[in-house]
């Protein structure tokens, strides 16, 4: 079933599309800072203690939900073929709030602070649009585009989850590999469970 599928697809694409935002600009960004602190590159107006600064609040995060996305992505695929929707969030539950609860925590300050850098020189802003044309990015994805992707995932478990249930709904009756006759209680254990991964998730987005 497709809605099924979507989990891991996303999922995967996600890790892709992460990998991207990790070569493209978060090393770039480190590096430059490094840079310009050591003289080798300067910046009119910026220096490279506030761009270091900028790159470690945005992007610290980055490699742990990576490494679990990655993971998360096999076990979406593993309940695909199950069904077991329920034990596969609710076994992750901890990880996905503590993964993207961080990120989250950290995303509003760390734009907001790279928006300031971006006003102060446009050097910064060049420097930017020199890493999305990078070849490695093929598909041109800007930086607000890729960061913004951990942020919404969670939100996003749910309104799959809830497709999910409607697709099913709509096939009562009929027999779908690796479903039993308990799958609407099931499912909605699991959507309960990502809407409370959610919920947690945007309490670190608040002040």
């Not at 907001?112 to 649009?129: G, I, P």
């Not at 890493?131 to 490695?136: R, V």
């Not at 093929?138 to 809830?162: D, G």
């Amino acid at each position: 079933m497709q809605a099924a599928a979507e989990f891991g697809e996303t999922e995967e694409r996600m890790v892709v599309d992460l990998n991207i935002l990790a070569e493209v600009f978060a090393a770039p960004l480190r590096l430059w800072g490094s840079q310009i602190d050591a003289g080798v590159a300067v910046v009119d107006g910026v220096d490279g203690a506030e761009v270091s600064s900028a790159a470690q609040q945005l992007f610290s995060p980055l490699d742990d939900i990576v490494s679990f996305a990655s993971r998360f992505a096999a076990a979406l695929r593993a309940a695909e073929q199950s069904g077991n929707w329920r034990s596969c969030f609710e076994t992750h539950e901890l990880e996905l709030v503590r993964c993207y609860g961080c990120y989250v925590a950290s995303y509003t300050a760390a734009w907001d602070e790279l928006a300031t850098l971006r006003a102060k020189s446009k050097t910064v802003e060049a420097f930017l649009k020199c890493c999305e044309l990078q070849p490695a990015n093929t598909r041109r994805l800007t930086l607000a585009s890729l960061a913004i992707l951990p942020v919404q995932r969670a939100p996003r478990y749910v309104l799959l989850l809830s497709e999910l249930r409607r697709r099913l709904g709509e096939q009562s009756g009929v027999c779908c590999r690796g479903w039993s006759g308990n799958d609407a209680s099931a499912l909605a254990a699991a959507e309960a469970c990502a809407r409370r991964v959610a919920t947690a998730v945007n309490d670190h987005a608040l002040p």
